[in-house]
């Protein structure tokens, strides 16, 4: 059964010219007018493959085709909204290769034994409202309050926020998505495809370090208390730390702000976040607690005040063994082969897999760029990963 590439690659750059930004890229915020347009044109896609449609209560689109015997989904998808000037691929790619998976399969195998579901999800990426994975969480019936904003912005959407509950599903067995890796992994070993073995944990520090304002050229260096130079110092000491913890632990510091911001004042006060990552929970954690000790002590070397406060935290989730071997068994299928990788990237399927079994599997990023207009995989890639996908879901399904 081969994937009509041509097709794949015409989906997608339909899908990427919606919400096309001036300076390259697209953007598809929750709820938005490019938003409502791709939701628009995928229900279409739907539709025309034969699926019945039908959008749940926060606004995510299921295409469903029923199986011959009663019991729990097989889904795939992924998430329609992108990142500001975001690529053509992520989130994209799920759907469309879903898409085109199940058409391939209904044209050649007809109805399935086992229904199969193709959702587009509302919103994973972060969006202009104070959420984050809203749609999978939906789903997980984990949405238990809304603010007045967002539920504006629903009802223009013809969305009612009292309905939400609604969109919560106990009848999903199973979660397969197709994903860019966002990394350069596998281009960097020559593989074309991974099994993902687990998304990381994550834990956003916010570290505060409080020193003196004095002026910057009457006060002698050894009579500052600078905490910006504290603050580099740390920093270069949580590079070190993930260094040291190796493979997947990773540490970024991707936000920092001096008050009062002069050139001519020495910084009173430094605040600066840290991203921690890692696929153990306990090494993590155990990461952290070096972090915290390391910072501690270069502050009071310094006669500093120090402050570390967590901002957001989520656990490492492995993905389903019977999953990742039914994913294996289809890239032996279609005679290819891929490396195992864990993802350092956020994907709804950690939120999903509180309630079902969850697979993910990758195809190369060039040169590893993600959520900007360079985002690119080789078509040949594209077509083999929607090859293995549909593989998958035939050997689960049918």
């Known amino acids: 059964m081969p994937i009509d590439g041509a097709l794949l690659e015409r989906r997608l750059d339909e899908l990427y010219a919606i919400g096309a930004q001036p300076g390259g890229g697209t953007y598809r915020p929750l709820y938005g007018t490019a938003w409502a347009a791709a939701v628009d044109r995928v229900e279409r896609w739907f539709k025309h493959v034969g699926l019945h449609t039908q959008r749940d209560a926060v606004g995510n689109l299921w295409g469903r085709m029923a199986g011959v015997e009663e019991g729990k989904s097989?889904?795939?998808?992924?998430?329609?909204?992108?990142?500001?000037?975001?690529?053509?691929?992520?989130?994209?790619?799920?759907?469309?290769?879903?898409?085109?998976?199940?058409?391939?399969?209904?044209?050649?195998?007809?109805?399935?034994?086992?229904?199969?579901?193709?959702?587009?999800?509302?919103?994973?990426?972060?969006?202009?409202?104070?959420?984050?994975?809203?749609?999978?969480?939906?789903?997980?019936?984990?949405?238990?309050?809304?603010?007045?904003?967002?539920?504006?912005?629903?009802?223009?959407?013809?969305l009612d926020p009292a309905r939400i509950p609604s969109a919560a599903r106990n009848d999903v067995d199973s979660y397969l998505e197709l994903h860019i890796e966002q990394g350069a992994v596998l281009e960097s070993a020559g593989m074309q495809l991974a099994v993902v073995s687990a998304i990381v944990g994550t834990a956003h520090l916010e570290v505060t370090v409080t020193g003196r304002p004095d002026h910057a050229g009457t006060t002698p260096m050894t009579l500052r208390r600078d905490a910006m130079a504290a603050a580099a110092v740390m920093i270069q000491s949580i590079e070190s730390a993930a260094s040291s913890a190796g493979s997947p632990a990773v540490a970024t510091v991707g936000r920092i702000r001096a008050e009062p911001?002069?050139?001519?004042?020495?910084?009173?006060?430094?605040?600066?976040?840290?991203?921690?990552?890692?696929?153990?929970?306990?090494?993590?954690?155990?990461?952290?607690?070096?972090?915290?000790?390391?910072?501690?002590?270069?502050?009071?070397?310094?006669?500093?005040?120090?402050?570390?406060?967590?901002?957001?935290?989520?656990?490492?989730?492995?993905?389903?063994?019977?999953?990742?071997?039914?994913?294996?068994?289809?890239?032996?299928?279609?005679?290819?082969?891929?490396?195992?990788?864990?993802?350092?990237?956020?994907?709804?399927?950690?939120?999903?897999a509180t309630r079902c079994k969850v697979g993910m599997l990758f195809v190369p990023s060039v040169g590893g760029r993600s959520h900007c207009p360079e985002e690119a995989t080789p078509p040949e890639h594209l077509v083999l990963g929607t090859t293995v996908l549909m593989r998958a879901l035939q050997k689960i399904a049918y």
């Open 74 to 158: 097989i889904v795939t998808g992924s998430h329609i909204d992108t990142v500001r000037h975001g690529g053509r691929l992520d989130g994209a790619l799920g759907i469309v290769a879903g898409l085109t998976a199940v058409e391939s399969l209904r044209k050649e195998k007809g109805k399935p034994r086992r229904t199969i579901e193709v959702v587009a999800i509302c919103e994973e990426e972060g969006s202009p409202f104070n959420t984050t994975f809203w749609g999978s969480r939906a789903i997980i019936g984990d949405i238990t309050d809304v603010d007045e904003e967002l539920a504006e912005a629903m009802r223009e959407r013809g």
């Open 261 to 352: 911001d002069q050139v001519n004042v020495i910084p009173g006060r430094v605040v600066f976040t840290v991203d921690l990552r890692h696929a153990d929970y306990g090494a993590r954690r155990g990461l952290e607690k070096r972090i915290r000790a390391t910072c501690a002590s270069i502050a009071a070397e310094r006669g500093l005040e120090l402050d570390v406060r967590v901002l957001h935290e989520k656990p490492p989730v492995a993905m389903d063994p019977a999953m990742r071997e039914l994913l294996w068994g289809a890239v032996r299928d279609v005679g290819s082969d891929a490396m195992e990788i864990v993802s350092g990237a956020g994907h709804d399927a950690q939120v999903l």
